[in-house]
Structure formats: structure tokens, C-alpha cells
Nanobody, 127 residues
Framework: QLQLVESGGGLVQPGGSLRLSCTAS????????IGWFRQAPGKEREGVSC????????VYADSVKGRFTISRDNTKPTVYLQMNSLKPEDTAVYYC????????????????????WGKGTLVTVSS
């Protein structure tokens, strides 16, 4: 059974950076993709980025393009989300999720397209 655990959240000033980690326990199959989602208080959860375990181009939401970078290390296995130039609007609980690879293409996945979820890590961007 695939288990996902996020880490790396915290408090950062606007313009700062954080790197989130998503560590998978159990075997992650090649046909899975890992996605990052976020949910701000009172708002619906939205996809941020995703990457296929087998490789290929990562996918980013328009709101984070040019600022966030997703990467993977299949030997651990771990997926990272490097967040730069953070804005107060980025404040949210960030979740790691796993779903079938074909949901990570063109657009970020939807909540209902993911099969496994971590419990989230809080990112607060504030001065």
C-alpha cells in the first residue's frame, strides 16, 4: 500500500523560498504520477504541479509557473517542490498525492483523479 508523507512546510516571508518533500513508502509503480496540491482556508483544493514517476515533462498550474519546480528522486523515492518568489497567496496546506500517469499531462490533475494522499504540510507566506 502506497503511503505519502509531506514535509518542509513553515513560515516564510514574501519573496522567500521553501522546498517541500514528499516521501513514498511502499513501491511506487512506473505508471503513477506524483502531484502537489494546495488548499487555502475557505477555498477548494487545487492542483499545483505533477510529475510522472517514469519521467517526462512536469506540469505546473499557471499561478506557479516560473516560480515552482517539481523534481523526483526515484531511488528514495521522493518528490520535491521547490518554491521560489513566494507570495501571500501561496499560503495553504500543501498535499502530496499519487495517481495514474495519464492524469499528469497538459494540465495539473484534479482531486478525483488521485488515488493516494498525504496528510499535508502547512506553508505560510507572511511578513
Amino acid at each position: 500500500q502506497l503511503q505519502l508523507v509531506e514535509s518542509g512546510g513553515g513560515l516564510v516571508q514574501p519573496g522567500g523560498s521553501l522546498r517541500l518533500s514528499c516521501t513514498a513508502s511502499g513501491f511506487t509503480l512506473d505508471y503513477y504520477a506524483i502531484g502537489w496540491f494546495r488548499q487555502a482556508p475557505g477555498k477548494e483544493r487545487e492542483g499545483v504541479s505533477c510529475i510522472r514517476v517514469s519521467g517526462g515533462d512536469p506540469v505546473y498550474a499557471d499561478s506557479v509557473k516560473g516560480r515552482f519546480t517539481i523534481s523526483r528522486d526515484n531511488t528514495k523515492p521522493t518528490v520535491y517542490l521547490q518554491m521560489n518568489s513566494l507570495k501571500p497567496e501561496d499560503t495553504a496546506v500543501y498535499y502530496c498525492a499519487a495517481g495514474r500517469y495519464y492524469y499528469c499531462r497538459g494540465d495539473v490533475p484534479r482531486d478525483g483523479e488521485m488515488d493516494y494522499w498525504g496528510k499535508g504540510t502547512l506553508v505560510t507566506v507572511s511578513s
